[in-house]
């Protein structure tokens, strides 16, 4: 029995597009409950000792998009905007890092 082999862009496309669903939709649906910083925090009674953060008032502050007023579209757009800002990120990486430099003599790009 022989396998079928998947191509780099169908994989990369399926997991875009997974990523996308998960945190444009599922991401929404996530526990309101604070993380486990925030709850040992409270739990051990250090919770006030906490500075609000350099870039609490960021466009992406708190997984939301400033301005939206629909809580669920601004958390879906949070994790929209973030996929695409990693996605563009490690695209230029990968360029980046898969040039060879000039005069190697390999001819491959």
């Keep these: 029995m022989s396998r079928r082999?998947?191509?780099?862009?169908?994989?990369?496309?399926?997991?875009l597009a997974i990523s996308l669903v998960l945190?444009?939709?599922?991401?929404?649906?996530?526990?309101a409950h604070p993380d486990g910083l925030e709850f040992?925090?409270?739990t051990l009674g250090f919770e006030s000792t906490s500075v609000?953060?350099?870039?609490?008032?960021?466009?992406l502050a708190d997984y939301a998009v400033r301005g939206v007023s629909n809580s669920r579209l601004a958390s879906g757009l949070a994790g929209i905007v973030g996929i695409a800002l990693v996605a563009l990120?490690?695209?230029g990486l990968m360029r980046l890092l898969r040039r060879t430099p000039a005069g190697s003599g390999t001819g491959e790009r």
């Design 89 to 91: 990120l490690m695209t």
């Design 23 to 31: 945190a444009g939709v599922v991401s929404y649906y996530a526990s």
């Design 52 to 59: 609000e953060s350099a870039v609490g008032d960021s466009p």
């Design 5 to 15: 082999r998947i191509s780099t862009r169908t994989l990369l496309t399926a997991g």
């Design 40 to 42: 040992v925090a409270r």
